[in-house]
């Protein structure tokens, strides 16, 4: 063997290896291989499976592996070489599966029942609405259930063992009241009233108990436990929070977006287990977002853009943004998809749903619906119930 022949097929290797960084590298590796082998095929042939070896054929497009790699005589005469081949198509396979159970799950999901109560809201900032209106995705059809006791404008709203709840907001002046509506009884009913009252601010449950953080010009905390019908204080989240806040869970833990002293959007985390709270990152800017999880990932809904955060990574970064520019609104997660509903494009109500795919990674208009929803509260239901 000539050293001229060594330093090529030292070169090929070499070859193979740099084009990792092409676009379609492992199409690109393998044609280069096989080129080199079928050039001087009786000498070069011994090399084919080491060169095989190089190329991560599972990565192989699946149209270049199912019609030019799987019928090459050369590979499926060679046992090393089929061998590699067979587990690229079983990678191929397990991958085609894998995302038809995927999209499959997302399907199910998508047809399960799911409600989303509006509850209050404010026309004009400072006067807010006892007017409810409840919404059925798969249905796509607005309900009427009954208004609630009290007007609440910037309130929050979040569900519990089946049962709504509406908390605090603002109508002339920040309340600390809170009910709760019942669609079995079709009948709302107060609760404990807070230790503070707020507007603006975000609100969770976990492990059985409502959290409710912060808000406009507070940075206190509290939890019920509505086995007791009672509130508890927490530690305050750090910082002056002059804007709002907002709040959910993922990962048995629960993530604060609220206003920074420094102006800044500041994320926390709160540990129930020492109940304190940890800074986690800043979100350069001002604007207000609505804040909503899915499995592990933390997404920020606003009126001009739109994040997601790993909470594994720790790192915010740009994702679509809505199809109709809106401030006010209130966002959702129903199954696998997160929902927007109302708020106001300029000084007209925003009428259209709009539905974000988690998996797809797009916003779609799913319905029109005629309601005026403005700083109001959201929450969901999933399951069926009588809603006539």
Known sequence: MTRNFL??????????????HLV??????????????????????????????????????????????????????????????????????????????????????????????????????????????????????????????????????????????SVCGYNNGYLNTAECYDPATKRWSYIAPMNKGRSSFGICTYNDLIYVVGGCFTSTVESYDRAINKWHLCQSIPGTNTGFNRATVAENSIYSLTRAANVN?????????????LNLSEMPGTCRYELVSSDRTLFAIGENDCKRLDIRVNKWEPMPHMLTK????????AGKDIYVFGGRDDSQCATSVERFSIHYNEWTTVDSIQIENCWGGAAVLSGDFDSN
């Open 7 to 20: 330093k090529h097929c030292f070169q090929i290797k070499e070859l193979i290896k740099n084009v990792q």
């Open 24 to 165: 379609k590298p492992e199409d690109s590796a393998y044609k280069a291989a096989i080129n080199w082998v079928k050039h001087d095929l009786e000498k070069r042939r011994v090399h084919l499976a080491e060169l095989t070896s190089l190329i991560r054929l599972p990565l192989v497009s699946t149209e270049y592996l199912t019609n030019h790699i799987v019928g090459e005589p050369m590979l499926t005469e060679d046992r090393k070489c089929y061998k590699f081949v067979m587990e690229a198509l079983t990678h191929q396979l397990t991958k085609v599966t894998q995302l038809h159970e995927k999209c499959e799950t997302g399907k199910q999901h998508r047809n399960e029942s799911f409600h989303v109560f509006l509850l209050g809201g404010t026309r004009d900032t400072w006067t807010g609405l006892k007017e409810c209106k409840g919404y059925d995705i798969s249905k796509k059809k607005l309900f009427s259930i009954p208004s609630m006791n009290e007007r609440r404008g910037c309130n929050s709203a979040v569900s519990l063992s089946g049962v709504i709840y």
């Open 326 to 333: 809106r401030d006010g609104f209130s966002a959702v997660v």
């Open 265 to 277: 959007n500041a994320l926390y985390l709160f540990d129930t287990r020492d109940g304190k709270w």
